[in-house]
């Protein structure tokens, strides 16, 4: 973390907890699928492997654009994705608060990313000044 007065940096971890919890729902739902394929003897067994595989391809894709870095400022949040050196805004409408925990989103020129922070990610402390700032672009966006 960064010096008082400043933005507060933070690392995130290098699997949220969002995307552990998607893996192991697309591992899930490959099971659930294959299992009741398998107790009706006329259809083929394998759909569920492949569409668990697509959604942890979609998964494994989605997360190499996730954010690596995150600051907390009197601007705002803003998060720095994997691969880049740039900074972008993640407060904008979309941003939501969900109980403890959350749900950042950015866009600029290269796409648009999504970040779930639950507490499991980050230290109590920021994840409240990260809500405290998504509340407040929030309901100054609302005026």
């Known amino acids: 973390m960064s010096s008082p007065g400043s933005a507060k940096t933070a690392d995130l971890p290098v699997r949220l907890l969002a995307d552990r919890l998607s893996v192991a729902l697309a591992v899930a739902c490959a099971l659930a699928i294959e299992a009741t394929l398998a ?18 391809v979609w998964q494994w894709r989605r997360s190499r654009h996730r954010p690596v870095r995150i600051a907390i400022g009197p601007e705002g949040v803003t ?65």
């Not at 107790?39 to 942890?56: E, I």
């Not at 749900?103 to 109590?124: F, I, K, N, Q, Y």
């Open 39 to 56: 107790r009706h003897p006329g259809l083929p067994s394998g759909p569920g492997l492949v569409f668990g595989g697509l959604l942890l």
């Open 79 to 143: 998060v720095q994705p994997a691969g880049r050196d740039v900074t972008i805004p993640a407060t904008g409408p979309r941003a939501r608060v969900l109980g403890r925990s959350v749900l950042l989103h950015w866009r600029d020129s290269a796409g648009s990313g999504t970040a779930w922070l639950t507490p499991a990610d980050l230290p109590s402390e920021l994840l409240r000044a990260i809500r405290v700032r998504v509340q407040a672009r929030r309901s100054k966006a609302a005026r």
